[in-house]
């Protein structure tokens, strides 16, 4: 797959590499060893979802969980300098490309970092409410009605064996319907030729402080703090993108390229 990154955010990652480069003075295809891969900042307060989701669940989840899949990816590629300035979504969607000894660990680690990236900006703080426009039409298309959709959400959710995740994802083939599944692990629904449009975490440890073992409360308590602008741009974006466009969507983030790139 063309490694270019077809989004605003990639091309600002990749301008970082080309101004590395050149201060580096190599030739573009030594390994940039200092592009690692970045916890970005969570878009707010770790207090902000309460009491949807509690301050500690997220100082956990984000500061701790999160922050080690990203330390756990750059300790997996350290020795494979040629896959180091890849972006988490290329390593996930080329796994073939990865040498086998550290296959698992980037699957489970890049997917770790792609999913939270995504996790944190479904969520907003003063959210909720219901989708508008063209996503709340293919909803209703597609599910019959906003309620079934929440419904056939949750339910999934519930009926998710072990740990994962539960997704609205848009087929890109098939007239491009809008399905509600999950995925194990940290699979993401790109893996299966499917766009991302909202995501929750069903891992025990997004809700066990606050909900114990009751993943069916914290699903149907979690619709008030959804980020419907994002799953709205999302949702539009993927009308009109290609696999390769997708790669900025999680993972690697302006802030990281920022952090990354030289400040001469
Ligand atoms: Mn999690």
């Known amino acids: 797959m063309d490694p270019v ?4 955010d990639g091309n600002d990652l990749i301008a970082g590499i080309e101004m590395h480069r050149q201060e ?6 030594v390994a940039v060893g200092s592009l690692k891969h970045l916890l970005p900042p969570l878009p707010y307060e770790h207090a902000a979802l309460e009491p949807y ?17 990203v330390a756990n990816l750059n300790s997996a590629l350290e020795k494979f300098p040629e896959l180091q300035e890849r972006t988490a979504f290329w390593l996930l969607l080329n796994l073939g490309k990865v040498p086998q000894k550290i296959r698992a660990a980037v699957r489970n680690n890049a997917g770790g ?7 944190w900006r479904a969520m907003s703080p003063a959210a909720g ?12 298309r597609d599910f019959g009605g906003f309620e079934q959709f929440k419904a056939r959400f949750d339910d999934a959710g519930v009926k998710l064996f072990g740990s994962g995740w539960v997704w609205l994802a848009r087929a ?9 599944y999950t995925t194990s692990g940290h699979d993401n629904p790109l893996m299966q030729g499917h766009f991302p449009i909202l995501v929750n975490d069903v891992w025990e440890h997004a809700y066990y402080l606050k909900h114990e073992n009751r993943r069916g409360d914290y699903l149907k308590g979690w ?15 993927s009308d009109h993108s290609a696999e390769r466009d997708w790669e900025g969507e999680g993972g690697s983030r302006p802030v990281d390229s920022q952090r990354d790139a030289p400040t001469s």
């Open 5 to 8: 990154i077809g989004t605003d």
């Open 24 to 29: 580096m003075g190599k030739d573009s295809d």
């Open 53 to 69: 989701i509690d301050a500690h669940t997220m100082m956990l989840h984000h500061d701790q969980h999160h922050a080690s899949y």
């Open 113 to 119: 970092h792609v999913n939270h990236s995504l996790f």
């Open 129 to 140: 409410g219901a989708p508008v426009g063209p996503l709340a039409d293919a909803i209703k």
């Open 172 to 180: 890109q083939q098939d007239g491009g319907g809008l399905q509600v």
């Open 223 to 237: 619709w008030p703090v959804v980020n419907w602008e994002e799953a709205a741009r999302r949702f539009e974006r």
